[in-house]
């Protein structure tokens, strides 16, 4: 759920049904949140899962995204509506897409298929809340999907090859 004073839906040109939820600090926030083409990355990022994964496993996937100074970097992964906080105004923006396109925005999105839809047998067998997390295939959870929301990401366009390659360096 995503909620705020100000809000926006804005469905996405993407092969798979999906829409790009947000919020703002001011309705400024929210009527520019496209003013560096984000719905268009968000678009292409859902055809990117599409040409990775090749089916889905929800409905209709909504994108939530908050814009605000008072969490200016989280997330946290969900089956069908991955949240990302970024900075005011963050989508309007074309450096914070690029900073924030793969190790925030397309890493949550793609837990959709890595962690949630399918998950390492010793994350998703634990019996009950009481005991520690068994994390000996966490490596698959973050790792491997830290990886994926790199290609995803850099094929999407919020980032190109070279800004990849210069950041693994």
């Known amino acids: 759920m995503l ?20 919020t703002g600090d001011s309705q400024s926030a929210v009527d520019k949140a496209d003013d560096a083409h984000a719905a268009a990355l968000f678009g292409k990022l859902v055809d990117q899962d599409r040409a990775m994964f090749g089916f889905r496993h929800w409905q209709t996937l909504h994108l939530l995204v908050s814009q605000s100074e008072a969490v200016p970097f989280d997330g946290l992964e969900h089956e069908d509506s991955p949240y990302d906080a970024i900075g005011d105004a963050g989508l309007a923006k074309k450096d914070q897409l690029e900073r924030y396109g793969w190790p925030l925005l397309a890493h949550e999105q793609s837990h959709s298929w890595d962690g949630k839809y399918r998950r390492p047998a010793e994350l998703y067998s634990k019996p009950n809340y009481q005991g520690p997390e068994r994390t000996t295939m966490l490596w698959v959870y973050e ?6 929301g790199m290609l995803l990401a850099t094929r999407s366009g919020f980032n190109d090859a070279a800004y990849m390659r210069d950041y693994l360096g």
Do not use: V
């Open 3 to 22: 909620a705020g004073e100000f809000f926006r839906a804005m469905p996405l040109t993407s092969n798979w049904p999906a829409e790009l939820d947000l």
């Open 143 to 148: 790792g491997l999907n830290e990886y994926i």
